[in-house]
């Protein structure tokens, strides 16, 4: 049996993907690393080295350095076309491989052929979307909280002057984030996605209120075009961003340009400008230079760099200090960055995970006393896949980040907790538990508990914040 495939839209599908974020699932990837000893890495080699697979031999797949299912899922889609010349051996090999990646194979839109037209063929086509050069994705999101904000103490009690907080500890948000991947050109593709987003019992009862998640807020999420020449990609315009393993930003929006050079070896190294006002929602500009190395060890183990300077000394804060329940109307921080991260992810095994990362914010003009560093850890357990049905996974984390190290109060990292009550707070150390489950393929279910208290109760005059409790329902399209 012949088959056809849309080689772009496996492209297209891959960046596509990455745009599909949530807390539950920030850190788990439909296109992941495959171990180069797992079975269906194993069974398309021998399918690429018995000639099956068109156009490569042996040396080609393995200098194409093969890590993810969906690469794996295009070398199954090129010996399908070939079912024919396949062996009784292949053939069960074939079939297997063919129920593994069913998934990816179906988003790839590999389809029986056609039958050969009695009447003319069709006329050419210019428009976009009958060309297949446009996809389209999203996602959905509903969750409940309590201590959203991880920055109360135990035993404390709003009075009238914290009206603004005294009823922000629990809340119901839900999301929907529609998107779409467009590539006009070979070289050039451009990514938009818009989000809308609610939060439950909000009484300020309108949107523009400059907190995120209000009555019926919507966004534009993202738009950026992305030029790409061999290895040199740029991208400019609102796009999502990445440094290190995520404890200075993750998987967020940023207004600039980003230059990135991919070296191999699931290695590569970015720089470029934005403003972060798109995430951190301040009412100022606040532009900064970013900077990201990756370096791949192997294909289960990656060091990270990352970088973000701020490029100001004159950006502050509005009521976040030290015992800031006190609630001094006229303070204010400094709203400085220059954050270094130092991280590693390994694949320890099939099933174990670890991602550790340490911080440090060099920013110069901190207060004395500034808690400058922190580092954050998660090890986890499982075999979660987003498109497979009944996978799960289960994590802990441990953190523990000094007052100015990670910004707590724009909250563009990748931790399920804001990691302090605020940039110049009182930060935050503990650890958490969290369990992950496919309800349905592309369809979770999470959960996580955190005990949580200041980086040094001495400095902060309080032992313990109130418990962190998340859970929330996940569906991706």
């Keep these: 049996m012949s088959y056809i495939l849309n080689k772009k839209l496996l492209c297209s599908l891959a960046i ?3 745009m599909i974020n949530s807390t539950a699932f920030a850190s788990e990837n439909p296109f992941a690393t495959v171990p180069k000893d797992y079975w269906a890495y194993t069974a398309v080699e021998h399918l690429v080295e018995t000639g099956l697979v068109d156009g490569y031999n042996l040396t080609d797949f393995h200098d194409k350095k093969v890590v993810a299912r969906y690469d794996l899922a295009q070398f199954v889609a090129r010996a399908m076309a070939n079912e024919n010349r396949a062996t009784a051996e292949d053939k069960v090999i074939l079939n297997k491989l063919q129920q593994e ?7 790839m839109m590999v389809m029986p052929a056609e039958p050969a037209p009695v009447k003319e063929e069709p006329q050419a086509t210019n428009n976009f979307f009958d060309n297949g050069k446009i996809k389209w994705f ?13 920055d109360t103490p135990k035993g404390y009690t709003a009075n009238v002057a914290d009206k603004d907080r005294k009823d922000k500890s629990n809340r119901i948000q839900e999301r929907l984030r529609l998107g779409f991947y467009a590539e006009p050109d070979e070289n050039l593709s451009v990514l938009g996605r818009v989000k809308l987003e609610n939060t439950t019992n909000d009484d300020n009862g309108y949107t523009n209120n400059g907190d995120s998640g209000a009555h019926g807020s919507a966004n534009l999420d993202l738009l950026a075009l992305t030029w790409k020449q061999m290895d040199t990609s740029v991208t400019l315009g609102r796009q999502n961003l990445n440094i290190g393993q995520g404890l200075i930003w993750w998987d967020n929006p940023v207004d600039g340009i980003m230059v990135t050079q991919d070296l191999g070896n699931n290695s590569l190294i970015s720089a470029g400008w934005g403003n972060l006002t798109a995430e951190n929602w301040q009412k100022h500009s606040m532009n900064a230079f970013i900077a990201n190395a990756q370096i791949g060890v192997d294909d289960n183990t990656k060091f990270t760099l990352g970088y973000l300077k701020t490029n100001s000394n004159e950006n502050t804060l509005y009521n976040n200090h030290k015992n800031q329940w006190n609630w001094i109307e006229s303070s204010e921080n400094p709203y400085m960055l220059e954050q270094i991260a130092y991280g590693i992810n390994t694949q320890l095994s099939d099933k174990w995970n670890l991602t550790a990362e340490a911080v440090t914010n060099r920013a110069s003009g901190l207060p004395d006393g500034a808690q400058k560093n922190g580092w954050w850890t998660r090890l986890t357990y499982g075999n979660l896949k987003w498109d497979t049905k009944d996978t799960w996974k289960v994590y802990a984390d441990y953190m523990s980040l000094g007052n100015y190290s990670v910004d707590s109060t724009g909250w563009a990292h990748i931790l399920n907790t804001p990691g302090g009550d605020g940039l110049g707070g009182n930060g935050e150390k503990g650890y958490g538990l969290g369990i992950s489950y496919m309800l349905a393929d592309n369809t979770n279910l999470e959960f996580n508990w955190y005990k949580l208290r200041p980086y040094d109760s001495n400095y902060s005059g309080f032992s313990d914040y109130y418990d962190m409790y998340n859970l929330a329902l996940n569906y991706s399209f």
Excluded: F, H, M
């Design 138 to 150: 999203g996602d959905a999101r509903i969750r409940y909280q309590t201590n959203y904000k991880a």
């Design 16 to 18: 596509a993907g990455t």
């Design 101 to 107: 990646y069913s998934n990816e194979l179906k988003i």
